[in-house]
């Protein structure tokens, strides 16, 4: 089963309709570059947490240094789809997207996609974050393997 | 047309953000598509519109083989800032239907 990550609630009808085990809130049951539990952060900010606290690491850019510091945390890094959902300037953020993902992926690290969508109209269904996951260059196997694992919340309970 | 030529069909159940009359928009949702698709993308595809189910629920029909594309080329539409969701893909309309329907109860 698959994991998303959104700005808004998301009702369970909804979730299951999309295809999604849970659709994690920011603001509600996870925060976003603030004190908490289970912390989101960006990567340039990572040092600001407490490990333990934190659940997955936002990178939206490749920065080798940052990523190397990624995986000594051993912490899921999360790739941000939402400017490429937005369909502005459609092949410069694919470009970005795929670079990220490929360089997080020969690195060794965990990955996932989450589409931080901030209304109903910019997210997208577990099929369609299968295939945006196929079109940035990653095999169904490990597409599935992305989106199914990355920031399980219960992972750390 | 896709009878026509012989091709088998697949029916992916699509779902939009809010409700939408969607027959009276059509020509606007396929040059939406065919954006990120290209005319021989469409044409590959053969997308055609067969009902609306509900509100804000729509059946397709996809020549089999090319329903992925439709998938990931459904992500980037939006019409007049209306999202679509694909929810389900079956071979025919009827078990489409009542995928659908076990998924809602469920």
Redesign the interface.
């Known amino acids: 089963m698959f994991y998303d990550i959104t700005y808004f609630n998301v009702d369970k009808g909804l979730t299951k309709l999309l295809g999604y085990k849970k659709i994690y809130c920011i603001g509600k049951d996870i925060a976003l570059n603030e004190d908490g539990d289970y912390i989101i952060t960006d990567a340039q900010q990572l040092h600001r947490f407490k490990l333990s606290n934190i659940i997955g690491i936002r990178a939206s850019k490749v920065d080798k240094e940052l990523f190397s510091k990624i995986k000594e945390s051993g912490k899921p890094i999360i790739i941000d789809i939402s400017n490429l959902l937005s369909g502005v300037e459609f092949i410069r953020e694919y470009n970005t997207a795929k670079n990220v993902l490929r360089n997080a992926i020969k690195m060794r690290l965990n990955v996932s996609l989450a589409s931080f969508a901030k209304d109903e109209a910019h997210l997208v269904s577990a099929l369609q974050m299968l295939e945006i996951a196929k079109f940035l260059g990653v095999e169904e196997d490990k597409a599935k393997e992305m989106l199914g694992n990355g920031y399980d919340i219960g992972q750390k309970e | 047309m896709a009878m026509i030529l012989g091709r088998k069909s697949r029916y992916v159940l699509v779902?939009s953000?809010?409700p939408i009359e969607l027959g009276s928009n059509l020509s606007a949702f396929f040059d939406e598509l065919s954006k990120y698709i290209g005319l021989f993308g469409l044409a590959k595809l053969s997308p055609y519109f067969v009902k609306n189910i509900g509100e804000r629920e729509f059946i397709f029909r996809i020549a089999r083989g090319s329903e992925?594309e439709f998938?990931?080329a459904?992500?980037?539409v939006?019409l007049n800032?209306?999202?679509f969701?694909?929810?389900l893909?079956s071979g025919t309309i009827r078990s489409l239907i009542r995928k659908y329907n076990e998924?809602?109860k469920?």
């Open positions: 779902m953000s809010k992925k998938i990931l459904l992500s980037f939006k800032g209306v999202a969701y694909s929810i893909t998924k809602k469920n």
